[in-house]
């Protein structure tokens, strides 16, 4: 009896250990398993984002690829529209251009030659412009030569089938004057740019900024009262003794296309 009872109990102490052991194992374990799962779980995630990222990257290269072409569809169309409206414009100008100097033509009571600036001369290239117009048209040397603006300047010098203006920016081109308002008359001289230059104005004179200067237009060359420009800025000369005027010019010398030639009335 003893015996059995001895190994009954050897049965439970092995069974205790087994079961103390196996509890053992769990506790430990179980948190290792826990771990590993949770760090099999943390890289699944990081390659499934890693996959993503490198999916979304591509999705985006090829959205900005295809919007960096049709940018360049819609530049290169836009610059061939502005191309046309550009042109459409330049036409647009010309044509009321040649209209208005076909209205002016039909004003003037002299021997016009309408006439197209080709060049400019390059020993002076801001102040003199060439004309596709000459002796045989019946340009000659002294001719006014205008648009419905103002004043562009007078031929000096012509061949057979071409000639060149004096423009009145040039220093050297002297144009008789009328101050309109008050009847004032003068001469005024180019200063190079687009303004031209009144001197010897009587102090005290009553010409205001905005009056109106148009051609005396008694010399036969150039039509009384068309117009010249504008008065700019008034002030006193170095002296004193005199006020000094700046016109600014009605027509831009510096962008022409067609014109007007007017010989000088001795050969109407």
């Not at 001369?121 to 045989?136: A, H, I, M, T």
């Not at 012509?158 to 101050?179: C, F, M, Y």
């Not at 005199?242 to 009605?250: E, F, N």
């Not at 010398?253 to 014109?259: E, G, I, P, R, T």
Request: aromatic share 4%.
């Amino acid at each position: 009896m003893a015996g059995d009872s001895h190994r009954l109990g050897s049965q439970s102490e092995s069974i205790a250990e087994a079961i103390f052991l196996i509890i053992v194992i769990i506790m430990i374990g179980g948190p290792a398993a826990g771990m590993l799962l949770t760090a099999a779980t943390m890289v699944s995630g990081v390659i499934t984002k890693s996959v993503y990222q490198v999916e979304s990257t591509r999705n985006l290269a090829e959205e900005v690829f295809e919007s960096s072409q049709r940018i360049r569809d819609l530049e290169r169309k836009l610059a061939a529209s502005e191309l046309e409206l550009t042109t459409l414009r330049r036409e647009s100008r010309d044509t009321n251009n040649l209209r208005g100097l076909l209205g002016l033509k039909q004003k003037l009571t002299r021997k016009t030659i309408a006439a197209e600036v080709i060049a400019r001369n390059p020993d002076n290239w801001f102040e003199q412009v060439v004309l596709d117009k000459g002796l045989e048209d019946g340009v000659s040397k002294g001719s006014a030569v205008i648009t419905r603006e103002g004043v562009v300047g007078q031929v000096v010098s012509v061949d057979k089938n071409a000639s060149v203006v004096r423009l009145i920016t040039d220093p050297e081109q002297k144009l008789g004057v009328l101050i309109k308002r008050i009847g004032l008359p003068g001469i005024i001289a180019g200063n190079g740019q687009q303004l031209a230059v009144m001197d010897y104005i009587p102090v005290g004179t009553s010409v205001d900024v905005g009056d109106k200067i148009v051609c005396f237009g008694k010399g036969g060359v150039f039509p009384e009262n068309h117009p010249v420009g504008t008065v700019k800025s008034i002030s006193r000369d170095v002296d004193g003794a005199s006020m000094k005027i700046d016109v600014a010019l009605s027509e831009n010398c510096y962008d022409l296309n067609q014109v007007l030639v007017l010989p000088p009335m001795a050969q109407k």
